[in-house]
């Protein structure tokens, strides 16, 4: 059997407690120096810097999206685009607002601060798209007066030229829904007005900078339009292309001031209503054919000569004795020697 080796006994083991030696002192943890409290304390304030900075950025790029009191924003901010509001469509944003909030933020940007000694502008922001958006927010807060709707959710834009503010409005509302010819036309016509760009060309070209020659040359047409018969008209934005592109030929002809005297008179209750007016003022006055055939002015020895003119085509009749090649020539001869005349 293995013997069992026993531990020495220690110094004071059986000593009483009183003349024990005291444990040694637990160590103490070291000071930490002032050079390394500021130190960190620095790379705190810069990460919080940083972070705050990075916000900021994100914020004032657009990058960011912020709830902002409907209150501090301008509604009329640009000249909108879209004339008529679809009530069925507001509806359906209004319902779905209220069942799953605003989704998709709008682009708002900020205002001018007011300079020395002018009055404070009442609004902070100008509204660049969404317009919808803020006008369902707007009724939904007025009809239930709840908090959750008395913001919207935006991306706030850098201040930019008023040109790219048109140009992305325009953008949205094309790839939306599609304007009209009249609408397209209106905002060209109002943004040129406004001094947004030098002239209406300039305005036509950067805001439809991607629409065919053809189409812009459409677009212009209906400026005719706007600018001579947009104070009188309900339901411009129901004008299609091809009654437009009529009504416009007739002004050019002159006769801005009978059509605007018909709208005036009638005054159609409804678009359909106004569209049938234009549709028989865009009518090329019909002429009394038997009567330009009978009519005219007799000018020698039976030779009657008659004039008829429809828009810019001018037909002259000869009739009676003496009708011949020879007198064709001497006509041909007059005319060439009036335009040398001229000349």
């Known amino acids: 059997m293995a013997r069992r080796r026993l531990t020495p006994a220690q110094p004071g083991y059986l000593a009483p407690a009183q003349s024990r030696p005291a444990p040694a002192p637990a160590a103490t943890p070291r000071?930490?120096?002032?050079i390394a409290q500021v130190s960190g304390q620095s790379a705190?304030?810069?990460?919080?810097?940083?972070?705050?900075?990075s916000?900021?950025?994100a914020r004032?790029?657009?990058?960011?999206?912020?709830e902002v009191p409907l209150a501090d924003i301008a509604q009329g901010h640009l000249v909108r685009d879209r004339i008529s509001l679809d009530g069925d469509e507001i509806a359906a944003l209004k319902a779905s607002i209220a069942a799953h909030g605003q989704r998709t933020p709008a682009e708002i940007t900020p205002l001018p601060e007011p300079a020395a000694g002018e009055a404070t502008p009442p609004y902070r922001f100008g509204l660049i798209s969404g317009w919808r958006r803020l006008r369902a927010l707007s009724e939904l807060y007025e009809d239930t007066g709840e908090a959750r709707y008395s913001t919207l959710r935006a991306l706030i834009r850098p201040p930019e030229?008023?040109?790219?503010?048109?140009?992305?409005?325009?953008e949205e509302n094309e790839i939306r829904v599609g304007l009209s010819y009249y609408e397209r036309a209106r905002v060209v016509a109002e943004a040129?007005?406004?001094?947004?760009?030098?002239?209406?060309?300039?305005?036509?070209?950067?805001?439809?900078?991607?629409?065919?020659?053809?189409?812009?040359?459409?677009?212009?047409?209906?400026?005719?339009?706007?600018?001579?018969?947009?104070d009188l008209?309900?339901?411009?934005?129901?004008?299609p292309e091809r009654l437009g592109l009529a009504l416009v030929s007739r002004l050019r002809l002159g006769d801005r001031n009978a059509i605007r005297a018909a709208l005036t008179r009638a005054r159609p209750a409804n678009a359909a209503?106004?569209?049938?007016?234009?549709?028989?003022?865009?009518?090329?006055?019909?002429?009394?054919?038997?009567?330009?055939?009978?009519?005219?002015?007799?000018?020698?020895?039976?030779?009657?000569f008659a004039s008829d003119r429809k828009g810019q085509k001018i037909t002259l009749t000869l009739s009676g004795p003496g009708v011949d090649d020879a007198l064709l020539d001497r006509l041909r001869q007059a005319i060439r020697a009036a335009e040398g005349g001229q000349g």
């Open 60 to 66: 004032d790029e657009g990058r960011m999206i912020v």
């Open 31 to 34: 000071a930490v120096a002032p």
């Open 273 to 304: 209503a106004e569209l049938a007016l234009l549709e028989k003022l865009a009518q090329p006055p019909k002429t009394d054919v038997s009567r330009a055939k009978h009519s005219g002015e007799v000018l020698r020895d039976g030779l009657r």
């Open 55 to 57: 916000l900021q950025a």
């Open 161 to 170: 030229e008023a040109a790219d503010s048109y140009v992305a409005m325009v």
């Open 192 to 230: 040129a007005a406004r001094g947004v760009f030098p002239d209406q060309s300039a305005a036509l070209r950067c805001l439809f900078a991607t629409a065919s020659r053809a189409k812009r040359s459409k677009i212009g047409s209906f400026i005719d339009i706007h600018e001579a018969l947009g």
């Open 44 to 53: 705190e304030a810069a990460a919080l810097r940083e972070i705050t900075e």
């Open 233 to 239: 008209l309900n339901y411009p934005a129901e004008i």
